[in-house]
T-cell receptor, first 108, second 112 residues
Framework: KNEVEQSPQNLTAQEGEFITINCSYS?????LHWLQQHPGGGIVSLFM???GKKKHGRLIATINIQEKHSSLHITASHPRDSAVYIC??????????FGTGTRLTIIP | DGGITQSPKYLFRKEGQNVTLSCEQN?????MYWYRQDPGQGLRLIYY???????QKGDIAEGYSVSREKKESFPLTVTSAQKNPTAFYLC???????????FGPGTRLLVL
């Protein structure tokens, strides 16, 4: 069964802390996506990756194909980073399978 | 500005009523998608369309219908057969297979 699991479900941290959110999947994939959902509900795509590592500002996404695992890191976290972060994967087709999300709260 | 628009932001449905959610994109994308989001669950695919005049059922298509008469438009109708329609509905589109999906702002549907 094609599954995507994220951890932790909820994460609260102090401003400035280094944040790591994890995503594991069950079988081989063609691509993995990290998405950010703000309190109003809108979703923004942060990264799409199939190997290695990508960086955009304070956000870093890595993927280990052999271990079927990806991490999203946030350096120097800020209250405006508070959101739900969602991992989604393409299991060899164009449809996305989504994790249930990680709710991140950064306290000033 | 290029993007995806969804309307309305909030929609109320009476028992036995069909309602239609609008999704429009000006990104010139071929593929469009409808997802449903419930609390504590990941997004689930309702329908998707890879090209005009063609669409496929997703994982939870029962009680929903779509049309794709124009490239930029992919409306979703929630029919009276959908017994639990209260949810947040998100529309998305994608250009090439190598690109990520772009999401609209969503429509929250509530049953009166």
């Amino acid at each position: 069964k094609n599954e995507v699991e994220q951890s932790p479900q909820n994460l609260t941290a102090q401003e400035g802390e280094f944040i790591t959110i994890n995503c594991s999947y069950s079988v081989g994939i063609s691509a993995l996506h990290w998405l950010q959902q703000h309190p109003g509900g809108g979703i923004v795509s942060l990264f799409m990756l199939s190997s290695g590592k990508k960086k955009h500002g304070r956000l870093i996404a890595t993927i280990n194909i052999q271990e079927k695992h990806s991490s999203l890191h946030i350096t120097a976290s800020h209250p405006r980073d508070s959101a739900v972060y969602i991992c989604a994967v393409n299991f060899g087709n164009e449809k996305l399978t989504f994790g249930t999300g990680t709710r991140l709260t950064i306290i000033p | 500005d290029g993007g995806i628009t969804q309307s309305p932001k909030y929609l109320f449905r009476k028992e036995g009523q069909n309602v239609t959610l609008s999704c429009e994109q000006n990104l010139n994308h071929d593929a469009m998608y409808w997802y449903r989001q419930d609390p504590g669950q990941g997004l689930r695919l309702i329908y998707y369309s890879q090209i005009v005049n063609d669409f496929q059922k997703g994982d939870i298509a029962e009680g929903y219908s779509v049309s794709r008469e124009k490239k930029e438009s992919f409306p979703l109708t929630v029919t009276s057969a959908q017994k639990n329609p209260t949810a947040f509905y998100l529309c998305a589109s994608r250009g090439t297979v190598q690109e990520t999906q772009y999401f609209g702002p969503g429509t929250r549907l509530l049953v009166l």
